[in-house]
């Protein structure tokens, strides 16, 4: 059964740093490019960062350009997010997201709010 559980999301003050980690299980890892995407209330879900099967490529949406980074781990079958500079306009359930061909994987979600 393949699983993508994320973790690491909390509240926050702007300006504050968090890690999100995506621990998979259940498929081929390292087969598999990785997204992260978020949605927040009463707004359509938007993929915020994507990261190559190696990690050798990355991108990034612009509204998180230099604030993001993502990286992954194909020993330990990890993604991680490191969001710095956090905006309340980041407030949002961040998702992890594993898709190859016709197979697509979506973990549960965590919440991270950036209020004061």
Same mark, same amino acid.
């Given at each position: 059964?393949?699983?993508?559980?994320?973790?690491?999301?909390?509240?926050?003050?702007?300006?504050?740093? !968090?890690? !999100?980690?995506?621990?998979?299980?259940? /498929?081929?890892?390292?087969?598999?490019?990785?997204?992260? #995407?978020?949605?927040?209330?009463?707004?359509?879900?938007? /993929?915020?960062?994507?990261?190559?099967?190696?990690?050798?490529?990355?991108?990034?949406?612009?509204?998180?350009?230099?604030?993001?980074?993502?990286?992954?781990?194909?020993?330990?079958?990890?993604?991680?997010?490191?969001?710095?500079? /956090?905006?309340?306009?980041?407030?949002?359930? #961040?998702?992890?997201?594993?898709?190859?061909?016709?197979?697509? #994987?979506?973990?549960?979600?965590?919440?991270?709010?950036?209020?004061?």
């Amino acid at each position: 059964q393949v699983q993508l559980v994320e973790s690491g999301g909390g509240l926050v003050q702007p300006g504050g740093s !968090l890690r !999100l980690s995506c621990a998979a299980s259940g /498929l081929r890892f390292s087969s598999f490019p990785v997204n992260w #995407y978020r949605q927040a209330p009463g707004k359509e879900r938007e /993929l915020v960062a994507a990261i190559s099967r190696t990690g050798y490529n990355t991108n990034y949406a612009d509204s998180v350009k230099g604030r993001f980074t993502i990286s992954r781990d194909n020993v330990k079958n990890q993604v991680h997010l490191q969001m710095t500079s /956090l905006k309340p306009e980041d407030t949002a359930v #961040y998702y992890c997201n594993a898709q190859s061909g016709s197979y697509e #994987y979506w973990g549960q979600g965590t919440q991270v709010t950036v209020s004061s």
